[in-house]
Nanobody
């Protein structure tokens, strides 16, 4: 079993910055991909950014150039640096960790979510 604890977020002014962090803990496990998703009121959950075990990052078009995802494999953490925030970035942000089950399969673990509110 893997537990995820998210931190960061809160109320930020438009144009400002904030950082989200997520720490994975539990019994022995190997992490494949890590990422951040978000869900705005009345909308579906969407991928924001993800990073592979090798460090390759992927971003949604809406945050490319403004957000940066990073991971620390030694600490089982994934961070999301969010710059130039816009009111449309307001959402609950969820951490996702994919734990290897077999060489070709993984299990998804989700954090409880942390709210980011961007005021105009």
């Amino acid at each position: 079993q893997v537990q995820l604890v998210e931190s960061g977020g809160g109320l930020v002014q438009a144009g400002g910055s904030t950082e989200l962090s997520c720490v994975a803990s539990g019994s022995s496990f190997n992490i494949n991909a890590m990422g951040w998703y978000r869900q705005a009121p009345g909308k579906q959950r969407e991928m924001v950014a993800a990073v592979s075990s090798g460090g390759t990052a992927t971003y949604s078009d809406s945050v490319k150039g403004r957000f940066t995802i990073s991971r620390d494999n030694a600490k089982n953490t994934v961070n999301l640096q969010m710059n130039s925030l816009k009111p449309e970035d307001t959402a609950v942000y969820y951490c996702l960790v994919v734990v290897a089950v077999t060489p070709t399969d993984g299990m998804n673990y989700w954090g409880r979510g942390t709210l980011v509110t961007v005021s105009s």
